[in-house]
C-alpha cells in the first residue's frame, strides 16, 4: 500500500558476495584491499576472516530482503583469494 502517496522510484545498486572464514592461522587486525571490486579481506579480533568482493553490475533492486541469490561460483572464488 502507497499510503504515503510517493511515486514509485527505481532504485539501483550493486551486489557483493561474502564469505566468513577461520583460517588456521591468525591474521593481523588490518583491511587489505585495492578497490575496484577487488576482494577486500577483513580480519577480526576473534580469528575470524570476512572477504567480500566481485560486485556484480549495477542493477534494479527487485529481490526482498531475504531473499538474495547466492552465486556459489563467485563464493567460491572469494574462498579462493586466501588460499596460496
Known amino acids: ?6 511515486p514509485k522510484l527505481n532504485v539501483f ?3 557483493y558476495h561474502s564469505v566468513l ?3 588456521n592461522r591468525v591474521l593481523s587486525q588490518a583491511v587489505f584491499f585495492q578497490g575496484l571490486g577487488d576482494p ?5 579480533p576473534d580469528g575470524e576472516v570476512y ?11 527487485r529481490e526482498e ?12 572464488r572469494l574462498v579462493k583469494v586466501r588460499q596460496p
Do not use: C
Not at 500500500?1 to 510517493?6: D, G, V
Not at 577486500?40 to 577480526?44: A, C
Not at 541469490?69 to 563464493?75: D, F, I, K, L, S
Open 1 to 6: 500500500a502507497n499510503w504515503l502517496r510517493m
Open 40 to 44: 577486500e579481506v577483513y580480519p577480526r
Open 65 to 76: 530482503p531475504g531473499q538474495v541469490q547466492v552465486r556459489p561460483e563467485v563464493a567460491q
Open 13 to 15: 545498486g550493486q551486489k
Open 51 to 61: 572477504v567480500t568482493g566481485f560486485p556484480d553490475s549495477p542493477e534494479p533492486m
Open 21 to 23: 572464514m577461520r583460517p
